[in-house]
């Protein structure tokens, strides 16, 4: 099975700080998509930030950006100037040609006041 | 907007029933998936469509059956729901691979609980 792990079940991070999520993923094909979902304690899921594998330049959405190392088939979230909103689970998910997403198993990051 | 609409937001069910969460869109999407969410475990695939009247298999069918009549619609069915089967059900859809915005558009979830 191709698999997308998220090795941090839980994180933290003051106010204003910067903190990096990880994932790695598992992939035999060379045209897929890779997504970063957050859901708040509302439990709606919303898109962050995509990634186009077949492109080169990391993805950039406001404070969100992400490390994108195909080679290595890594793809990090990087959030920047951490706000209180900011608080939830957050998913990596990864999909292929014609294949549903698979996610990883979440990261729940707490922001310290 | 952007619109996937699942019909119950909590839910209690006796062992044993057979039970029926249906999810609409309406962004005319071809692809509709369900998935099922645990602590721990992320989100798991139980089964998925790409167009009426079709229907795959994803990780974890076992227990459950889908129906999709119409593209808006696609509805979850446990046939004899189990305490095992307590869990947040979340139903997304999304255009096919190669279409812009080809990410998935999610539900609000159905919290399941059976007693």
């Known amino acids: 099975a191709q698999t997308v792990t998220q090795s941090q079940p839980e994180m933290s991070v003051q106010e204003a700080e910067t903190v990096t999520l990880s994932c790695t993923y598992d992939t035999s094909e060379s045209d897929y998509y890779l997504f970063w979902y957050k859901q708040p304690p509302s439990r709606q899921m919303i898109l962050v930030i995509r990634?186009?594998?077949?492109?080169?330049q990391n993805a950039t959405e406001n404070r969100f950006s992400v490390n994108f190392q195909k080679a290595a088939k890594s793809f990090s979230l990087k959030i920047s100037d951490s706000q209180l909103g900011d608080a939830a689970m957050y998913f990596c998910a990864r999909k292929g040609g014609n294949t549903p997403l698979v996610f990883g198993k979440g990261t729940r990051l707490s922001v310290i006041a | 907007d952007v619109k996937v609409t699942q019909s119950s937001r909590y839910l209690v069910k006796r062992t044993g029933e057979k039970v029926f969460l249906e999810c609409v869109q309406d962004m005319d999407h071809e692809n509709m998936f369900w998935y099922r969410q645990d602590p721990g475990l992320g989100l798991r695939l139980i089964y998925f469509s790409y167009d009426v009247k079709m229907k795959e298999k994803g990780d974890i069918p076992e227990g459950y059956s889908v129906s999709r009549e119409k593209k808006e619609r696609f509805s979850l069915i446990l046939e004899s729901a189990s305490t095992n089967q307590t869990s947040m059900y979340l139903c997304?859809?999304?255009?096919?691979?190669?279409?812009?915005?080809?990410?998935?558009?999610f539900g609000q979830g159905t919290r399941l609980t059976v007693v």
């Open positions: 990634q186009e594998a077949y492109k080169q």
């Open positions: 997304a859809s999304s255009v096919p691979p190669g279409q812009e915005n080809t990410e998935a558009f």
